[in-house]
Structure formats: structure tokens, C-alpha cells
């Protein structure tokens, strides 16, 4: 059912629709006084602006005229003078004028001109620039001391230019003085609008307030006459009937408000019908759940327990493998070690065959030094023979002694010979040899290089395998918490099954509480045959047979046979552990209805 009504156009309650009538018929006749006033007001400042605009305007061609006037009266001066102080006392006055009468052109054409204005301050524009190109020419005639033509060009052009410029000016004048009349004409005509726009606002005010009287009355009576209405309506238990929308007033909230209430009690009576329904179903697909979830249960707990078993192998396998890593990173640093010391001895013997080098070259440079002196000894025997062969007798025996002398020196050359080969093979057997020595010492780096290298690999496998070992720890502890979580979803399972039996319970004496109200959907027929055909309640499904005390025993192993998870690098301590003890999300399940909240603790609990 539904009431239809004419809208009304007030939004307020009626003790301040009643003011606001007052207060209306005040703010026009305020607003009446007002608005003539400031429409007054702003005529007689629109008056006065525009009046002293205009005085401004023509007060400043006065000025302009004078200006002018006192100009061309310097100019005439110049032209007949022929003293040359009478140039020098004008021209600063007359080019002063000149730069006054500009600034006068710039400030009126700044001003709010009419297009009459503009048309004629533009030609004495034009004028003006006439007069100033004749006053050049008039100047530039007395410089070059052409007199007589200057006097000339005064009669000829510039006296005539000033008076058509004077002319002008006059006109611009006279054109300011008929604006001044017709402005006052136009505001005296503006009043009289005014006093005739006060009179029908007046007019405006009465017609309103006799129409605002009249909507104010019916805008009480009808809102009465709904609420009313409904109120039997509700009394009879039917839900099913509608408010039209109505104001902000008092009755427009009661009727607002009635609305509102029967909105809220159809959707509850629904939501609770609906809620009946969902409920029952969900009970029985809770009892079938139960036992699905009871088989996982079952199967999560022997997969827990392959999984610790495995875990713990692993972890022991990981340990010794850590430990091989260690013992091969030691290793591995006493063989670096040893090479280390192994390229020193090496640096070493480079170094001392070096110097053996050396100074098998100062050797051979010391048996050339020999060979040298037997050579010159030998000579020194040749002559001594030659002279003793000379004497005769008397040399003879001298002859015997050069000759000996000869004799060692030539055996000596020839052992200095065989010494210097045999020390140059030495020197090349020693330059050899260092080659060899400098090589094996660029080898022995390398190898240096190598172990250190293999040595940070090995340091590195035996930093990575701790750190699995500490996570392989941590596993085992989610393992733990898994094995307790599976024990509280053993207990679920029972709490799920008191949960259904007092679910169904619940919709029973729910449909009987909503059984009187009628919502108009005839919905009503149906819940009762839901209802009838799952009041009986399903069988319970026996639970697999297998006890849960396997998971329950994995959780209370000792914990010595599992690591203790290690703090992570950083000194950060293993997260897992705090994770765990979150509980696990629940598979989702069909949405159902609310219903109401019972006093039984296993439901809460579910």
C-alpha cells in the first residue's frame, strides 16, 4: 500500500516556518527600504562620480587652452625678436609647456571618454601635432638666423594652426557641458524608476505573504493526516505499506521517521526469514564438513609426521656437510699459507741469483783486465829480446830472462783466455737459471692467487651450509606448530558439531518469532515447508577411526633431537616461530544469514 501526497514546499518545522514568515516579511520590507536606498544612494554617487569626472575634464582643457594660448604668445615673441636673450628666456618656458600640454593629452585620454569624446580629442590630436611641427620649423628657422622667414612661417601656418587648434578645443568644451546636461536628465529619470520599482515590490510583499499563509496551512494539516494513516497500518501488522518522502518539518520528520521504522522492520523480519533458512542449510553442510575435515585432520597428521622424520635426517646431513666445509676452508688456508711462504723462499733465491750474476760479470771483467797485462807484458818481452839481441854478449843473458818472461806472459793470456770462456758460460748458466727462478716465482703467485681464491669459496659453502642448517632448524619448528595447530583442529571438529544441533535450534524458535508479521514477499509458506523438511535431524557421520594421538605425540617429542633455530645474520631472531602460533584461515564456506546471537559458549567459540 502507499500514500501519495502533494509535496510541499517548506523544509523547515513549523515553529520556525512561522518565523520565518515574520522574518520574511521583514527582509522584504528591508530589503524593500534597502534596495531603495542604495539604489539612491548609488545614483547620487554615479551623479557625483561622473560629475566630478567631468568637471576634472573640463578643468583640465582649461588648463590645456591656457597653456596654448600662453605658448603661441612665446612663439610670436621669438619669431619678431631680434635679440637673441629674448630666445634664450622663452624657449625653456615654451618647451616646458610643450611637455605640460602632453602630460594633460596622456592624463585625458586616460579618462572614461564617450566615442564622441575619442572622435574629437583625436583630431586635436592631429591638430596639435600640426601646430608642433610649424613650432619646430619656426625654430629651426631662428637657428639658422633666418628671421624673416620664421616671422613668415608664424603668419603663414602657425597662427592659423593655432586658431583651427583653439577652435577645437572649444568644441571639446562645449561637448563636456552637454554631457553634464544629459547626465543630470538621465538621474533625474533614474529616481523616478526608483520610487516605481519600491511601490510594486511593496505590491510583491502583500501577494506573498497571502500565498505563504496558504501553503503554510496545508503544509500542516496534510503530514497530520498521513501519520495517522500509517500508524493503524503498522498497528495491524502489515509491513508492506510506504511513506511518500516528505519535508524537513516536524511532521515530515515524524512521517520520515515511520517510514524508516517499517523500512527497518520489513528488512528485518526478511533478514531474519532468510537468515532461518540459511542457518538450517548451514547446519547441514557443517555435519558434512565435519567429517571431510576430520579425514584431512587425519592425513595432515601422518604427513607431519613423515615430514619431522625427514626433516631430522636432513638436518643431520646439512650439520656434517657444514662440518666437511669447515674443515676444507682450514685446510684450505694452511695450503695458502705454505704457498705464501713457498713464493718468499722463491723471491729469495731471484734474488741471490741476481747477485751471483752480477758478480760473475765483475769476474769476467777482471780476467779481461789480466789478459790485458799479459798482452802488454809479452810486448815488453819482445822488445827486451830484440835489444838484448842487439848488445851481443853483453845481452845475452838478459835475452834468457825476456824470453822466460815471454813465456808466462803468453801462459798467462792463455789462462785468462780459458777463465773468461769458462766465467761467460757461467754468467749465461746464471742468466738462465734466474729466468727460471723468476718464472717459478710468477708461478708460485698464481698459485698463491688460486688457493686464496678456492679458500673464500670454501668459506663461502661453509657460511651458506650453517645458514641452511639454521633454516632447516626454524622448518622444524613450524613443523612443531603445525603438529599443535592440527590437534585444535581435531577439537574444532567436535565444537562444529554442538555448533550445527544449536544452529537449528535457533531457526525454529526464529520462525515462530516472525511468523506474525507479513512483508508481502509470501515468503512465509516456504520457510515453514523448509523448515518442516530439515526439522529432523541427519544422522552423524561416524569419524574416521584412526585416533589423533599420533600428531599429538610428534608434538611432545623432546626437544633435543631438533636443532634450536639460530639467530639469522644481522642478529635478527628467527621469524617462523611467532608466525606459527597465528591460527590457520578456514576453507571457505556458503554465506549465510545472521541470526541471533545465542548465551552457548560452543558457539561462540566456533
Not at 801462459?411 to 748458466?429: D, G
Not at 508481502?520 to 577411526?545: E, I, Q, T
Request: glycine share 6%; hydrophobic share 45%.
Amino acid at each position: 500500500m502507499s500514500f501519495d501526497g502533494k509535496s510541499v514546499a517548506f523544509h523547515q518545522s513549523v515553529t520556525g516556518r512561522l518565523w520565518l514568515a515574520l522574518v520574511a516579511v521583514i527582509a522584504a520590507l528591508v530589503l524593500m527600504l534597502g534596495t531603495s536606498a542604495a539604489r539612491t544612494s548609488s545614483l547620487q554617487q554615479e551623479a557625483k562620480a561622473l560629475t566630478t569626472a567631468l568637471e576634472v575634464k573640463r578643468s583640465t582643457i582649461a588648463d590645456w587652452v591656457r597653456l596654448i594660448s600662453n605658448n603661441v604668445l612665446r612663439v610670436q615673441a621669438m619669431a619678431v625678436a631680434t635679440d637673441p636673450a629674448v630666445d634664450k628666456l622663452f624657449k625653456a618656458d615654451s618647451a616646458a609647456a610643450v611637455e605640460e600640454i602632453g602630460t594633460l593629452q596622456k592624463s585625458i585620454e586616460a579618462m572614461d571618454l564617450t566615442p564622441a569624446d575619442r572622435k574629437l580629442f583625436g583630431r586635436i590630436g592631429e591638430e596639435r601635432k600640426a601646430v608642433l611641427e610649424s613650432l619646430n620649423k619656426v625654430r629651426e628657422l631662428k637657428n639658422a638666423g633666418n628671421a624673416e622667414a620664421a616671422v613668415e612661417e608664424v603668419t603663414n601656418r602657425f597662427n592659423p594652426a593655432v586658431a583651427v587648434y583653439l577652435k577645437s578645443m572649444s568644441e571639446f568644451m562645449a561637448l563636456q557641458k552637454t554631457q553634464t546636461d544629459e547626465l543630470n536628465a538621465d538621474i533625474e529619470q533614474r529616481r523616478g524608476k526608483t520610487i516605481a520599482m519600491a511601490g510594486l515590490m511593496l505590491l510583491v510583499i502583500v501577494v506573498g505573504l497571502v500565498l505563504g499563509t496558504r501553503l503554510l496551512v496545508r503544509s500542516i494539516k496534510q503530514p497530520l493526516d498521513e501519520a495517522s494513516k500509517l500508524a493503524r497500518q503498522i498497528a495491524d501488522g502489515d509491513l508492506s505499506v510506504q511513506v511518500t518522502q516528505r519535508g524537513g518539518d516536524e511532521f515530515g520528520a515524524l512521517l520520515e521517521s515511520l517510514n524508516v521504522m517499517v523500512t527497518q522492520l520489513r528488512r528485518v523480519v526478511g533478514d531474519v526469514r532468510t537468515g532461518v533458512e540459511s542457518v538450517s542449510t548451514a547446519s547441514t553442510e557443517i555435519a558434512q564438513g565435519n567429517h571431510d575435515l576430520s579425514a584431512r585432520t587425519e592425513q595432515t597428521a601422518s604427513s607431519l609426521e613423515e615430514t619431522a622424520s625427514a626433516m631430522e635426517e636432513l638436518t643431520a646431513t646439512v650439520s656434517h656437510s657444514a662440518d666437511t666445509a669447515t674443515q676444507a676452508n682450514q685446510l684450505a688456508a694452511s695450503a695458502a699459507e705454505a704457498a705464501a711462504r713457498g713464493g718468499q723462499v722463491v723471491e729469495q733465491v731471484v734474488s741471490n741469483m741476481q747477485q751471483i750474476s752480477e758478480s760473475s760479470h765483475r769476474i769476467s771483467d777482471i780476467i779481461g783486465t789480466i789478459d790485458g797485462i799479459a798482452f802488454q807484458t809479452n810486448i815488453l818481452a819482445l822488445n827486451a829480446a830484440v835489444e838484448a839481441a842487439r848488445a851481443g854478449e853483453q845481452g845475452r843473458g838478459f835475452a834468457v830472462v825476456a824470453g822466460e818472461v815471454r813465456s808466462l806472459a803468453q801462459r798467462s793470456a792463455e789462462a785468462a783466455k780459458e777463465i773468461k770462456s769458462l766465467i761467460q758460460a757461467s754468467v749465461e748458466r746464471v742468466e738462465s737459471g734466474s729466468r727460471l727462478v723468476g718464472d717459478t716465482g710468477t708461478a708460485m703467485n698464481e698459485i698463491v692467487t688460486s688457493v686464496r681464491r678456492v679458500t673464500d669459496m670454501i668459506g663461502e659453502i661453509a657460511s651458506s651450509a650453517a645458514e641452511q642448517r639454521d633454516g632447516i632448524a626454524q622448518v622444524n619448528i613450524a613443523v612443531t606448530e603445525l603438529d599443535r595447530m592440527t590437534q585444535q583442529n581435531a577439537a574444532l571438529v567436535e565444537e562444529s558439531a554442538a555448533a550445527a544441533q544449536s544452529m537449528r535450534d535457533q531457526a525454529n524458535r526464529l520462525a515462530e518469532v516472525v511468523s506474525v508479521f507479513r512483508t508481502g514477499s509470501g515468503s512465509s509458506a516456504r520457510l515453514a515447508a523448509s523448515l518442516a523438511n530439515k526439522a529432523a535431524p541427519a544422522p552423524a557421520r561416524p569419524v574416521a577411526g584412526k585416533p589423533l594421538t599420533a600428531p599429538r605425540a610428534a608434538a611432545t617429542r623432546p626437544a633435543a633431537t631438533k636443532p634450536a633455530a639460530p639467530q639469522a645474520r644481522g642478529g635478527k631472531p628467527p621469524a617462523p616461530k611467532a608466525q606459527a602460533h597465528k591460527p590457520m584461515a578456514p576453507a571457505p564456506a556458503k554465506p549465510v544469514g545472521t541470526a541471533p546471537a545465542t548465551d552457548e559458549g560452543d558457539w561462540e567459540t566456533f
